[in-house]
Nanobody
Framework: QLQLVESGGGLVQPGGSLRLSCAASGFTLDNYAIGWFRQAPGKEREGVSSINKYGSSTNYADSVKGRFTISRDNAKNTVYLLMNSLKPEDTAVYYC????????????????????WGQGTQVTVSS
């Protein structure tokens, strides 16, 4: 069974940090670009960060640049999203997605067809 599982979400105060993990089972991530997406209540799902299959190219939404860092460890079949200086507006359900892309992408459409998605992990930033 092909599966992505996110973990690491939770409740954190503004200014705090969390590290999300996205672990794959049933397939290897070596040939997949990975995207992190988030969806807040009443809002559309948006791309947050992405990384190519080699780990040599990354991309970030303007809203998280300088605060979030994406990385991958293909040996552990896991991708990470380190989130620093968290703000209340970062509150959302965070999803990881894998797609056999040649380059990284923040576009939902690139992962919607033929991609694999996790079930999501809740991140709440509140005092």
């Amino acid at each position: 069974q092909l599966q992505l599982v996110e973990s690491g979400g939770g409740l954190v105060q503004p200014g705090g940090s969390l590290r999300l993990s996205c672990a794959a089972s049933g397939f290897t991530l070596d040939n997949y670009a990975i995207g992190w997406f988030r969806q807040a209540p009443g809002k559309e799902r948006e791309g947050v960060s992405s990384i190519n299959k080699y780990g040599s190219s990354t991309n970030y939404a303007d809203s998280v640049k300088g605060r979030f860092t994406i990385s991958r460890d293909n040996a552990k079949n896991t991708v990470y999203l380190l989130m620093n200086s968290l703000k209340p507006e970062d509150t959302a359900v965070y999803y990881c997605a894998a797609a056999p892309l040649r380059a990284e992408s923040l576009w939902y459409s690139d992962y919607a067809s033929g991609g694999h998605w996790g079930q999501g992990t809740q991140v709440t930033v509140s005092s």
